[in-house]
């Protein structure tokens, strides 16, 4: 892998055309306008991002508006520890994006890959660990809107494995991405070696992430630490089972949730099987089942442009391998950066807006 | 009048002279026009795309004209079941909204104008261009499926909480819906980052020529709004797939909500469906008037106001629906605001025909009718915008006559002119002027019949989307079919038009108007690389210097 033994794209630029190198499409004058252009383009498409999202954001704001207290009881069901980790992930993967592109302007195609291969894994342990959440969520029956299922103490945990489904495609994904490094390696072709060594330890940080989730989520129910109290009820006293746990949390905010869920909520059509318990007004499919309709759309929208970023990094990754960036034609990387970028700071938003309620 | 009668003969003793290459000649196959990233031929790919997609909307509507021939009154003799009727409007709707009007513009004349227009080779991300046609191949498949799957009955505006509970494909059409929205998005994007990057030396801003400002604004509209659409649809998706809630007032969601999202992309989006066609009716007002435009900049300014005030009006389809009434005062008034930019537009189309040589050809002839039709078509949005008489006037067919005599008597119109205008550079044919002209008043008659009636009945009471109707009204609704019918002669006509010319029209020599902008200074068609230099840039609307050589049948411009 080194950079010495590849053609260089600059090289050829004087031989061959020397008004247009291969890397300038033949529609632009010149490097700079092709860069600006690129650019340009990237920047307007974050903008609509920002408007795509800009739907839930403006949804998250009218129901937490209308019930505050809904988002103050389900936002215990979010470990924020989980939360925290993969803010800090995130934040690493984008200062390893911008490395690359520095890299890339330099030439030095060994660290940038290097650093795009980084970018992926940190991307893939967010993943994972995303991957830990929504399975345990969807074991304690936490589904959105009119699938949520009322948080009854000592209701049985489920069993349906969801983590393993959650893991099946990355393993799919690993077991490839093997293959083609064994592939590589037979066929000694440098290339392909470049290629395949970060695809396998992106994929392998995936199941690294899974096991950070689950020793983080593990700590969280076995841990009796939390001194607060009130709205955060993840402390409890006996049961290792997280059914059990959660479960407790929903007669422990009901005293602060009764004064205001009656006025919130006294004109609201509930059914009858659920006004049983006032602390019920909270824990039913149109109150927190909303919140986690919210929660699974901000999330999930978000993870596809993660799954997004990956692909374009990988991309990326190839190109890198056929040497293809220099000073004078680094807008791919760039571009992919500020995307990154933007994704990353998605995620800012999406932390305290769901995790840090009080 | 200026048309062009003789066909430009070549020497008999120029062996190439039918070999020429041009953008259509450049290469064959069905892959090289599949594969292309010519921004030519993927604008003439949308033109055949978008006008299929019209054929089948306008026989949607016929149906339903059809249908209204007697008042239904009892369902088992009407022609249609209630059920299918509903069905029939809906995709006729949604058709001409999202699969014709949207793209029709910008991206079959948009796309084949603007690179030349501008003087580039190309758009800025040709590959990105090419997406968009795909994209929105597939966003007209998922249609085609809502429509052979059938039961589609929500409307073109899939309000909840009716399209929570319809049995009909509504996931399959609010998909295909954000499919069409990203073609939508990157087409905008490809515009905005073209003018704005690739603009040749000489090409300022204010020396552009409208129809580029226009298809710049539209493009910041498609750009900023159509996200917003794109999640309200995945919303609207997951609240059917996963019932998430957000719209559905059973799980304390709110339907109003809905409206709310919808119109914040689907207002703008009228201003996406007209500003194209207010651009090309400054390019054929000035070119067939020889003269140059009159208020060029404030017609350039009026473009990026009405794209950027567009944004604050769309409450006004929900006056009844519920709304604080400081909410709705306020959004009244902005409406009567937004209106302000067009006027000053139609003022200035008026003032550039002023004192200028018009010559009432097939494009010249579209455009006038352009600018009656639109004008009805906004100053009875005022009506609606005004509070009080909105309160009537909501959901009847006042509303209906107005939107078409906007998007039909507005869009259309122009961009059947800009087809009939651009026609000869496009194909290199001259077509059969006396047909077109037929096709045109044909046509405006016919709209006229159409939609008239409606206002009467609108503000009788009849309401929009009903299958039956009292008796009383059955004149006013037996006029409009005939009216109705009238019109799809008239479009035929045009399309006969148009057809006969690709077969026996003579070849279209450079500038068969007289125009000024960039686009008459190549061949017709142009060359695959539109300029083989860089073009000298000049005033768009400088008319001085352009004669007619009687010799080549074309203008030229004087050095
Ligand atoms: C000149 C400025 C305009 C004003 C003041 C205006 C005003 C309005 C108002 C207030 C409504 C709501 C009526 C109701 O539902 O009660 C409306 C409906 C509508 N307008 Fe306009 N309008 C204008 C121009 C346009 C243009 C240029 C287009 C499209 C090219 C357009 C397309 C529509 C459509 C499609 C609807 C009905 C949507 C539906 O309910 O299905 N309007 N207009
Ligand atoms: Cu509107």
């Known amino acids: 892998m080194t950079t010495a033994v590849a053609p260089s794209p600059t090289d050829h630029e004087h031989d061959a055309h020397h008004e247009h190198p291969a890397w300038l499409a033949h529609h632009f004058d010149d490097a700079e306008q092709q860069f600006d252009a690129g650019k340009l383009g990237m920047w307007i498409f974050l903008v609509t991002e920002v408007l795509f999202f800009s739907g839930m954001f403006c949804a998250y704001a009218l129901y937490r508006n209308r019930n505050p207290e809904v988002f103050e009881f389900c936002s215990t069901f979010l470990n924020e520890k989980l939360g925290a980790i993969n803010t800090g992930v995130l934040l690493f993967s984008s200062l390893t994006m911008a490395w690359a592109v520095r890299a890339s302007q330099l030439k030095q195609t060994k660290t940038l890959i290097g650093m795009l291969g980084a970018t992926l894994g940190c991307a893939a342990i967010f993943l994972g660990v995303k991957a830990v959440e929504y399975s345990h969520k969807w074991g304690l029956g936490l589904f959105p809107g009119k699938y949520y299922v009322s948080q009854v103490e000592g209701a049985p945990h489920s069993t349906v494995p969801y983590l393993w489904y959650l893991c099946i495609p990355a393993l799919i994904l690993l077991v490839a991405f093997v293959l083609y490094y064994v592939y590589a390696f037979v066929s000694a072709s440098k290339f392909h070696l470049r290629v395949a060594g970060p695809l396998v330890v992106a994929a392998s940080c995936f199941f690294g992430g899974v096991k950070l989730g689950q020793v983080l989520e593990a700590e969280e129910s076995h841990g009796d630490s939390h001194a607060s109290a009130g709205a955060d009820a993840h402390g409890h006293e006996h049961s290792d089972h997280a059914g059990h746990d959660h479960a407790k949390e929903v007669s422990a905010p009901s005293v602060n949730l009764l004064g205001e869920a009656e006025v919130v909520t006294h004109d609201v059509a509930v059914s009858p099987a659920e006004t049983n318990t006032p602390e019920s007004n909270v824990n039913q499919k149109g109150m927190a089942g909303l919140f986690f309709s919210i929660y699974y759309c901000m999330t999930g929208v978000h993870a596809f442009h993660i799954l997004g970023g990956m692909a374009v990094i990988t991309w990326l990754i190839v190109k890198s391998a056929r040497f293809e960036f220099h000073s004078k034609y680094y807008g791919p990387v760039d571009n992919v950066g500020l995307y990154w970028h933007l994704v990353d700071f998605i995620w800012i938003y999406l932390f305290p807006l769901l995790y840090l309620i009080t | ?559």
């Open chain 2, 1 to 559: 009048m200026s048309v062009v009668t003789n066909p430009v003969t070549m020497p008999a003793t120029h062996p190439e002279a039918g070999k020429e290459d041009n953008y259509l000649t450049h290469s064959s196959g069905f892959l090289s026009w599949a594969l292309t990233l010519d921004h030519k031929r993927i604008g003439m790919m949308y033109l055949v795309g978008v006008m299929s997609a019209f054929a089948l909307g306008g026989v949607l509507a016929l149906m339903i004209r059809l249908h209204l021939w007697t008042p239904n009154l009892e369902a088992n003799q009407a022609w249609l079941l209630n059920k299918t009727y509903n069905q029939v409007f809906t995709l006729h709707g949604a058709v001409m909204v999202f699969l014709f009007i949207i793209p029709s513009i910008p991206a079959a004349l948009g796309n084949f104008l603007l690179p030349i227009m501008l003087g580039t080779k190309d758009v800025a991300f040709p590959r990105l261009n090419l997406g968009s046609f795909y994209l929105w191949i597939a966003g007209a498949i998922f249609f085609l499926f809502s429509l052979f799957a059938t039961g589609l009955d929500t409307g073109w505006t899939f309000y909840t909480p009716y399209s929570i509970e319809s049995q009909g494909p509504v996931i399959a059409a609010t998909l295909g819906v954000f499919i069409l929205g990203f073609s939508s998005i990157f087409t905008g994007l490809n515009f905005i980052v073209t003018i704005n990057t690739m603009r040749p030396p000489g090409m300022t801003w204010f020396r552009m020529p409208l129809f580029l400002w226009a298809v710049y604004s539209t493009s910041i509209i498609q750009v900023l709004a159509t996200p917003v659409l794109g999640i309200t649809m995945l919303l609207l998706a997951a609240e059917k797939l996963l019932g998430i809630g957000i719209f559905d007032s059973r799980l304390n969601g709110d339907p109003i909500a809905f409206q709310h999202f919808f119109w914040f992309y689907s207002h703008p989006a009228v201003y996406i469906m007209i500003l194209p066609a207010m651009g090309i009716i400054s390019e054929l007002m000035s070119v067939h008037s020889h003269k140059g435009i009159f208020g060029y900049r404030m017609i350039a300014y009026s473009s990026v106001a009405i794209a950027l005030f567009g944004f604050l009006v769309w409450g006004h389809h929900m006056f009844t629906s519920g709304m604080a009434d400081v909410t709705t005062i306020v959004f009244s008034a902005l409406t009567f605001t937004v209106s302000i930019p067009s006027a000053i537009k139609v003022f200035n189309w008026i003032g550039t025909m002023y004192q200028g040589t018009v010559s009432l050809n097939t494009p010249m002839v579209y455009a006038l009718a352009f600018i009656f039709l639109f004008t009805i078509g906004g100053l009875t949005g005022l009506f609606l915008g005004a509070l009080s008489t909105d309160m009537h006037l909501h959901a009847t067919y006042f509303v209906i006559a107005h939107f078409h005599y906007v998007m039909m008597g507005g869009t259309l119109i122009a961009f059947l002119g800009g087809l009939f205008h651009w026609w000869p550079k496009m194909t290199g044919k001259m077509f059969n002027d006396f047909g077109g002209i037929l096709s045109a008043s044909i046509i405006f008659v016919g709209f006229n019949l159409t939609f008239l009636p409606q206002f009467v009945l609108g503000t009788r009471g009849m309401p929009r989307r009903y299958a039956s109707y009292k008796p009383e009204f059955q004149l006013l609704h037996q006029l409009s079919t005939i009216g109705a019918l009238m019109l799809g002669v008239g479009l035929l006509v045009a399309l006969l038009v148009l057809l006969h010319s690709l077969f026996y029209g003579s070849k279209a020599p450079k500038n068969p108007w007289g125009g000024a902008t960039l686009e008459w200074e190549c061949s017709s068609p142009p060359p695959h690389d539109n300029f083989s230099s860089a073009p000298t840039v000049g005033d768009p609307y400088d008319f001085s210097k352009i004669e007619f050589d009687p010799k080549t049948g074309s203008y030229f411009k004087k050095k």
